[in-house]
């Protein structure tokens, strides 16, 4: 069974200040890892994802995350928080096959002027 | 033009009524969702369809039943209306069958039960 910890419901930062939202899975086998990103009355758009490769991917609006095994975490950063960053982050992850994939409860972002 | 257009972006009934949201994609894509997200952000995974066919049915109550006349349609109808169903509904598609592929998402339906 796979599933995904999202730590923080709630993540509150100063604007330009460096935003970290977490992100923990469990999976028997290594998974692909999704961030999707949630602004108000919107449907969720992809930020980005890791299937394999790179452990560091980078994603729209200046997004990274780091895929590490060893730890289970798709950890998601950027440098320095803008307004326009204030939403509802979603981690998700996805087998290699089936369509089916499974979403963490989300952690709403603030960014304080 | 729309990739996944959900219709109505707002519902407003009363308790034991009837009502319908509809979803179109034309993307091409061969599996189609519908996720429910509460007033706190859970996104939950109700139904899944691929090209018309039934794979995902999460437990989910019988007043919720799903129809895709053909792969770019996928329909929700729901029963006697209960306060609980408040919530917004996401219609969302992917590409093919592997687990890499994005899903894309639909704007959202507001359904409130009064």
């Known amino acids: 069974a796979q599933s995904v910890t999202q730590l923080g419901s709630h993540v509150s930062v100063s604007e330009g200040a460096l935003v970290l939202l977490r992100c923990n899975y469990s999976?028997?086998?290594?998974?692909?890892l999704f961030w999707y990103v949630q602004y108000p009355n919107q449907g969720l758009q992809l930020l980005l994802k890791?299937?394999?490769?790179?452990?560091l991917v980078k994603g729209i609006n200046g997004f990274e995350a780091e895929f590490k095994k060893s730890e289970t975490s798709f950890h998601l950063t950027k440098p320095s928080a803008h307004m326009s960053d204030a939403a509802e982050y979603f981690c998700a992850v996805s087998r290699n096959t089936g369509n089916q994939f499974y979403f963490g409860t989300g952690t709403s972002l603030t960014v304080i002027p | 033009d729309t990739a996944v257009s959900q219709t109505p972006k707002y519902l407003v009934t009363q308790m034991g009524n009837d009502k319908s949201i509809k979803c179109e994609q034309n993307?091409?894509?061969?599996?189609m969702y519908w996720y429910k997200q509460d007033s706190k952000k859970f996104l939950k995974i109700m139904f899944s369809y691929n090209n018309k066919e039934l794979i995902i049915n999460e437990t989910v109550p019988n007043r919720f039943s799903p129809k895709s006349p053909d792969k770019a349609h996928l329909n929700l109808h729901i029963n006697s209306l209960e306060l609980g169903d408040s919530a917004v509904y996401f219609c969302a598609s992917v590409r093919g069958h592997s687990g890499a592929n994005v899903l894309t998402f639909g704007a959202g339906s507001r359904l409130t039960v009064l």
């Open positions: 993307l091409g894509h061969d599996t």
């Open positions: 890791y299937t394999t490769g790179a452990t």
């Open positions: 999976s028997s086998v290594p998974p692909y």
